[in-house]
């Protein structure tokens, strides 16, 4: 990164307090070569419509990109040792991680990619374990293999966690570190030249921070707009069916089919879903259930992989938006090339949750010392949008 960052980088404003946001925050405030201040600019302190309070909260090594799979090691290793990090005057936080694991199911077609991918995995020191038909069956009996050329499981590392929880955590230690949130909404960058003279707020006020970051999810394109910079960034539903089932099965991981519909367990029911195909799949900001999703993809293929559910009862459901990358589903992190003290931090499309953690030490790195110490994410910086260069990412979930 350019001028403006490093030794200490002064005043930081971050746009968004969802979990990106308060990671960020977090370690900004936690670390003493910081000497700025951190202001986060939250629209909806309730939280109630947020990407993260919507999210599954899923975290997977199983990922085909090297950085994205150091990104969840760390945040698996964050969020089992969150009390050490998050906790305030050494109160437990009981932050939730069940490591069931993740269950990637493939055809025949799908298992060169799968054992590419688990080659990587392991090479970078994932426990993941490849199996075929026969020990997929003999592993998870309630499975249905037929069809299926194998799959893979994370054995440890893998799993869930309760996402609004880690949220309010980041947030709370945050603030206990001396970062302030603030009601208000982002409204305007004002640019002059090569730099972000200051962020416009809804209430009238203009902030003229040393830096600015980012992080408000699908909305920083509206935002990135003001300064003249266009960001394919853009909000795109996904819903999550809640149902429960009589049988009971055992230690079911997250699974998805080949198809790419999941589910996993939340105490006495099942969450659920699928990511519509292109053609359905628009931009979006409703918070409208499709039903017809549910009942003509999701149940049919769960009954026909889990045959226990040919009989569940739909309880309810939710939908949420990602902040969907267009170009290839990655994040965006790091500085714009043509502004000095603007850094973005989108584009998770539903990874944001788990990469979190890296995410926000990341960004601390770039502000404090103006280049990465911990994971190099060079790959996911904005270049790459302007250059039209994806970083294609196998098996997206």
Known sequence: MSAQAGSGAGDVVVIGGGVIGSAIAYFLAANDDFDGTVTVVERDPTYENAATARSVGG???????????????????????????LSIDGAPLHLPFVENGYLFLATDAGMP?????????TQLGASV???????????????????LGGGTHGERNEGWTDPYSLMQAFRAKAIALGAVYRKDDAVRLLRSG???????????????????????????AGLAATAGIALDVRPRKRQVFVFSCRATLERVPLTID????????????YLSGVSPAAERDPDCTDFEIEYELFEEIVWPTLAERIPAFEAIKLERAWAG?????????????GPHPEIDNLLFATGFSGHGLQQSPATGRAIAELVIYGEYR???????????????????ELNVW
């Open 194 to 220: 090569r730099r972000i003279a200051g962020v416009a707020l809804a209430s009238g006020e203009t902030l003229r921070p040393a830096i600015v970051v980012s992080a408000a999810g699908w909305h920083v």
């Open 129 to 147: 374990a490849l199996l075929d038909p026969a020990a997929l069956g003999r592993r998870f009996p309630w499975l249905n293999v037929s069809g």
């Open 258 to 269: 080949p198809s790419g519909v999941y589910v996993r367990p939340e105490g006495a029911t």
């Open 321 to 333: 938006h990602y902040d969907y990358n267009l170009l290839d589903q990655n994040a965006i992190l």
């Open 113 to 121: 990619v799968l054992r590419e991918n688990h080659r990587i995995q």
């Open 59 to 85: 975290i997977r090594q199983q990922f085909s990109t090297p950085e994205n799979i150091l990104m969840s090691q760390f945040g698996a290793s964050f969020v089992r040792n969150a009390d050490a990090h």
């Open 374 to 392: 911990s994971i190099d994410l060079t790959r996911f910086g904005f270049g790459r949008m302007l250059r039209h260069e994806p970083v294609k």
